[in-house]
């Protein structure tokens, strides 16, 4: 079981800027799929983007060309820029690792995002 722990959430406006972080409790980050998914009041859980153990990234269309997605494995931390935000953004962030050949997943508890317009 990892544990991951979410932070750098809060309030922006329109066009702003935030950088979410995810610190795990593992050490070899190279044995996991690490994503960030959100989920607005509402509405399912999403996936905004994932990026694999060689460094490849996926994005959600609504967040490609805004979000990217980068983790630093020295650190045992994954991140999530966030540029050029919209209201329809606003929602809970959560960070997961899902291991590479069990495929267990491990979630954050989450961080607010809140843009306002």
């Known amino acids: 079981q990892v544990q991951l722990v979410e932070s750098g959430g809060g309030l922006v406006q329109t066009g702003g800027s935030l950088r979410l972080s995810c610190a795990a409790s593992e050490s070899n980050l190279n044995l996991y799929v690490t994503g960030w998914y959100r989920q607005a009041p509402g509405s399912q859980r999403e996936l905004v983007a994932i990026i694999t153990s060689g460094g490849g990234t996926h994005y959600a269309d609504l967040v490609k060309g805004r979000f990217t997605i980068s983790r630093d494995n020295a650190k045992n931390t994954a991140y999530l820029q966030m540029n050029s935000l919209k209201p329809e953004d606003t929602a809970v962030y959560y960070c997961?690792?899902?291991?590479?050949?069990?495929?267990?997943?491990?979630w954050g508890k989450g961080t607010l995002v809140t843009v306002s317009s």
């Open positions: 997961n690792f899902r291991h590479r050949i069990s495929g267990a997943d491990n």
